[in-house]
């Protein structure tokens, strides 16, 4: 069994990696190495020089749970907003500070050890335990999907997200929809305006079109997860002041529910593109086309679909949600409710194509301070869920 202070140095060893949407590598060869250490097979999936994901499983046969946790964390932003170093684990009174800890490397952590200590104490030939590590996670989920794409779901009889989730544990999530959208006009001064065209101008006209017509009360519900959400996340145009700009970019963010999925939302925002495709100039309607230099078949808006990952939603009453919430409200000592996750996770690609009633839940170390400066967890919650993570592997199997 490992000890808490070698938990607390291996959780040390993730964190001092940054891995920021780049490096993951490092951080898999050392959970690698780490299983090694202790006889468990383990495998580093390249995807290119610094990024790849990481696979090692214990046990035979069905059934077969899935644990997954992401390998990436966001940037730190402004370091003069952290009272730390992000990229070394600092213990203050019992907190731990560091980039990661919360999203996801504690997790990640507990998983692994999690892993071991189930391998070690209560080895089992009647099922297995399958630890997924990905990269990418918080931009576009490729890890888990290759992961989904390399058939590591297909014999899965259960999946395990261990995203921090503040105490409570999740059977949904809604999808997620990136949507870029490109503007172009006609550069000119700004004191001859009808010698060119704002590129800015169709772009807000369509923006507010489609966050009044998304944010209608008509739209679909779902009992779980609420009504569909749209954000204008990015918005770009322009290089100088006293000139009309000839290109003009935004990027949304929608969150989807199975009522209204991300397909549905592309079909809406098509909708009010094509309605819009048609410009005044002088009083005249004119194509857009007519109005770009050597590029005359280049339309008002291009859509880019950046990335669209469906909804989840399993049963809350599911064996594996309710033995968990046991497990974990005897070691935590506090109840821990049931609702859905505000944000999206890797299972949005490993739940593809699973059945309603696939059980899933998404519990783990964490709270609000993901993403944040000086991020942190107690020390506590940390290895309470290795606890939690070890008897909830042994009571699946036995």
Known sequence: M???QRACQ?????????????????VAEVLANLFQEYDIPAKVIS?????????????????VLVVTGHLDVVDPGDRTKWKTNPFQLTEKNQILYGRGVSDMKSGLAALAIALINFHEKFPTNHGTVRFLATYGEEIGENGSHDFYHDGYMQDATALLVAEPSAGYISNAEKGSLDLKLTSRGKAAHSSFPDLGFNAIDPLLDILVAANQQLRSPELPQNDTLGSVTINNNLIKGGVQIN???????????????????????????????????????????????????KNPNKPLIDLEVLMDEPAVIAPADSSLIKLAQTIGERISG?????????????????MRHKPADFPFLIFGPG????????????????????????????????
């Open 243 to 293: 000139s009309l700009p000839d290109e003009a970019t935004a990027g949304i963010n929608i969150r989807t529910i199975p009522e209204f999925t991300g397909a549905d939302a592309i079909k809406k925002i098509q909708a009010i593109i094509a309605h819009r495709s048609v410009v005044k100039n002088n009083n005249t309607d004119i194509m857009l086309s007519q109005l770009v230099p």
């Open 334 to 350: 506090k109840t821990i409710p049931i609702k859905p996750c505000p944000g999206i996770t890797d299972a949005s690609n490993l």
């Open 47 to 63: 995807h290119d020089e610094k990024r790849a994901n990481l696979v090692a499983e214990v046990g035979s046969g069905q059934p």
């Open 10 to 26: 291996i959780l040390a060893d993730l964190v001092q990696i940054p891995s920021v949407n780049n490096e993951e590598k490092r």
């Open 367 to 398: 709270n609000g301070s993901s993403h944040m400066p000086n991020e942190q967890i107690p020390k506590r919650v940390y290895l309470n869920f290795i606890k939690i993570y070890t008897e909830l592997f042994n009571q699946y199997f036995s």
């Open 2 to 4: 490992i000890t808490n």
